[in-house]
């Protein structure tokens, strides 16, 4: 089992950076795909952002290309997103979670899913 819990969410003024942190438990990152989703109120669970378990590939979705890194520390077992430029549509709830896939770009895709953390961008 990989347990999952994000942090680093928060209330951040239009044009701001937040960094979001995604920490495992039971099993090291090394072996997973690491992927960022959101979800904003009424919305489907989007795709953000994705690394393979090297790190070597990482996968965007076009929205989020030159505003949004994600990387990997597998000896912390920590990823991150690091988000600027931000957006008030960039309000959600974001989820980070577990593949075992190399290219993992669909909720169906996660087997493991942390609780997930408010991102509140304001105009």
């Known amino acids: 089992q990989v347990q999952l819990v994000e942090s680093g969410g928060g209330l951040v003024q239009a044009g701001g950076s937040l960094r979001l942190s995604c920490v495992a438990s039971?099993?090291?990152?090394?072996?997973?795909?690491i992927g960022w989703f959101r979800q904003a109120p009424g919305k489907e669970r989007e795709f953000v952002a994705a690394?393979?378990?090297?790190?070597?590939?990482?996968y965007y979705a076009d929205s989020f290309t030159g505003r949004f890194t994600i990387s990997r520390d597998n000896a912390k077992d920590m990823v991150y997103l690091q988000m600027n430029s931000l957006k008030p549509d960039d309000t959600a709830v974001y989820y980070c979670?577990?593949?075992?896939?190399?290219?993992?770009?669909?909720?169906?895709?996660?087997?493991?899913w942390g609780q997930g953390t408010q991102v509140t961008v304001s105009s």
């Open positions: 979670a577990a593949s075992s896939y190399f290219d993992a770009r669909l909720p169906s895709d996660y087997a493991y």
């Open positions: 039971g099993r090291t990152f090394s072996r997973f795909t």
């Open positions: 690394i393979t378990r090297n790190g070597g590939s990482i």
